[in-house]
């Protein structure tokens, strides 16, 4: 079943079955939604109206700390963007094999596509990133300028590193010259031309991001953010994940 990309704003791509399932109930998620990262906001925004105008625009790879807002800003950009004709398609890693007819089906449609792979990183000896590399640089045929790659990972390069790739690299007339290895694996991070880097916050912008949760609250302060810290330490994370789960905690037992 053709996806009607008038009508849907994203799809799935399912390996069973070996095509995209359209989505019906996007996450609603908003840029207003999302506190704690308005510089990578801003920039993710800029790329976006670029390519939708039919400017240049690069690749992105969303890399950092847990639950810090990647996916999330991700999504939020396509909500905001939808009547332009923004759509995405989510393919997961162990499906990149497929990504190249997934962009063979879609190059000459008037839609503006992000192929979305959330959470990317690769194993050791896994080679399924040369279906990625393929789309994002192209081969004998260019990519087509109607798709944009957005990744997420925890990691900024994408395949794994170990201190043994770094024994052949060199340093000739003052010039660092890495190691074969080393270069095939920061080659596929360097295909993304914009990297936004997310990082852990402090105490501080967390109970900030809190207090923005809770702008309506009229009750304790002082006892919300003791609440907040402790609800954070209980998993080891300052991030704006964790202010939104400790909103949906917090309010249902202590407010309305």
Partial sequence: MQIDWNHTHAAIWRQRREALRAVKNVDPITLNDLLGVDEQK???IANTQRFLDRLPANNVLLWGA???GKSSLVKAVLNANTRRGLRLI?????DLVYLPEIVDDIRELPQRFIIFCDDLSFAENENTYKHLKSVLEGSVEQPPDNVLIHATSNRRHLLPEAMKDNLDTKIVDGELHYSDAVEEKISLSDR???WLSFYPINTEKYLAIVDQLFAGYNGDRGALHEAARSFAQSRASNSGRTARQFYNH???QNTG
């Fill in 192 to 194: 993304f031309g914009l």
């Fill in 42 to 44: 801003a920039q993710l």
């Fill in 66 to 68: 847990r639950g810090t």
């Fill in 90 to 94: 989510e393919v997961g890693k162990d």
């Fill in 250 to 252: 917090y309010s249902s």
